[in-house]
């Protein structure tokens, strides 16, 4: 068989290329979801902050700082229930609740999934880049580490790819 440079070369460029073009399509995606939960969070958080039973200063300073994983530790903490409100308002009120937590852990999963599929890219796509010159003026195109070296970075490539398509799944399903 015979391999010339440029396979290698034209390769490792093309793994780079898509990579770093689906990743930026994944995070153009990823984070216009991160808004549209964000603003759901929001919502469920003012319904939340109306009806909670827990003290009104903290609650306002819960507010102002948006630190809703404070709301919902102080809000379980509190049982939950409102005694100035009537059973169904109680209901709603846990209901958005419920939503609120949802929409927490989903931001928080979302985001360190993203970060996971940066830090999995960036060495692939360096490694390709490196990978182009070492292969093209270092290596014969037949000598068995440069098929090795292709083929590693070809597989990394295809569980970036793989590591795309659940976060998408995940973003937009759940």
Same mark, same amino acid.
């Given at each position: &068989?015979?391999?010339?440079?440029?396979?290698?070369?034209? *390769?490792?460029?093309?793994?780079?290329? *898509?990579?770093?073009?689906?990743? =930026?399509?994944?995070? /153009?995606?990823?984070?216009?979801?991160?808004? /549209?939960? %964000?603003?759901?969070?929001?919502?469920?958080? +003012?319904?939340?902050?109306?009806?909670?039973?827990? #003290?009104?200063?903290?609650? !306002? +300073?819960?507010?102002?700082? =948006?630190?809703?994983? !404070?709301?919902?530790?102080?809000?379980?903490?509190?049982?939950?229930?409102?005694? !100035?409100?009537?059973? #169904?308002?109680? #209901?709603? &009120?846990?209901?958005?609740?419920?939503?609120? !937590?949802? =929409?927490?852990?989903?931001? %928080?999963?979302?985001? /360190?999934?993203?970060?996971? %599929?940066?830090?999995?890219? =960036?060495?692939?796509?360096?490694?390709?880049?490196?990978? &182009?010159? $070492?292969?093209?003026?270092?290596?014969?195109? +037949?000598?068995?580490?440069?098929? @090795? &070296?292709?083929?590693?970075? $070809?597989? @990394?490539?295809?569980?970036?790819?793989?590591?795309?398509?659940?976060?998408?799944?995940? /973003?937009?399903?759940?």
């Amino acid at each position: &068989m015979d391999i010339d440079h440029s396979v290698y070369f034209y *390769t490792y460029s093309t793994i780079a290329q *898509t990579l770093a073009g689906a990743f =930026g399509f994944l995070v /153009a995606a990823v984070v216009f979801r991160l808004q /549209a939960i %964000s603003s759901r969070v929001d919502l469920f958080a +003012e319904q939340v902050l109306k009806g909670s039973p827990t #003290e009104p200063s903290k609650l !306002r +300073e819960i507010h102002v700082t =948006g630190d809703w994983n !404070r709301l919902i530790s102080l809000h379980a903490g509190d049982n939950q229930l409102n005694p !100035r409100l009537s059973r #169904e308002q109680n #209901e709603l &009120m846990d209901l958005q609740f419920q939503q609120l !937590r949802h =929409g927490v852990l989903l931001l %928080s999963r979302l985001k /360190a999934a993203l970060f996971t %599929s940066l830090y999995i890219t =960036g060495p692939v796509i360096l490694f390709a880049i490196a990978a &182009m010159p $070492i292969s093209y003026f270092c290596l014969d195109p +037949e000598n068995p580490l440069a098929l @090795a &070296m292709l083929t590693a970075c $070809i597989l @990394a490539a295809a569980y970036c790819l793989w590591n795309y398509f659940r976060l998408m799944l995940h /973003a937009f399903i759940n």
